[in-house]
């Protein structure tokens, strides 16, 4: 299975080109077309669609307005190969419009993780699976008698 995901932009070309010089993904030019942009990389395709796809996916008045930031209601984790990745894609953000959220922290999970936006103020994480030396896993948000990590049951724990 692929994923494809997309983002509806004002400005198709400009969004590929942040996450382009962000990521180092290759444009998908196969997909290319007057509404669509798209990069590619392992198996998925990250999508930049123009404003005019609102009217060809019967979604009109669901477009975001202008004036008023879109809530998140979802948001793309791209997965890098390690913490130092995390930290120079953190580090880079701003100076090709985006902006950082968080800075790179631990998470309770053990990953490495920021929390950004790109120049349109859609949200995105970057995240390894790994911490950097020295950097300890946050607490649990549930405190104690959290479920442990993994754990796949709503079972009570001890």
């Given at each position: ?75 793309a984790t791209f ?24 800075m790179p922290y ?53």
């Amino acid at each position: 299975m692929k994923l494809w995901f997309n983002l509806l932009c004002r400005d198709m070309e400009a969004q590929m080109r942040f996450y382009q010089a962000l990521l180092g993904w290759q444009e998908a030019e196969a997909s290319r077309s007057p509404i669509y942009r798209a990069l590619e990389s392992e198996g998925v395709q990250f999508g930049f669609n123009a404003q005019p796809a609102y009217a060809l996916l019967a979604l009109e008045d669901r477009a975001p307005v202008p004036t008023l930031a879109a809530p998140v209601t979802a948001y793309a984790t791209f997965m890098l190969p390690t913490p130092d990745a995390v930290d120079d894609v953190a580090d880079r953000v701003g100076a090709l419009g985006g902006r950082v959220i968080r800075m790179p922290y631990a998470t309770y999970y053990g990953q490495w993780q920021a929390v950004l936006t790109d120049p349109e103020q859609h949200v995105f994480r970057i995240s390894a699976h790994t911490l950097p030396s020295g950097a300890v896993a946050a607490p649990h948000p549930g405190g104690r008698g959290a479920p442990p990590l993994g754990a796949t049951s709503d079972a009570p724990t001890s």
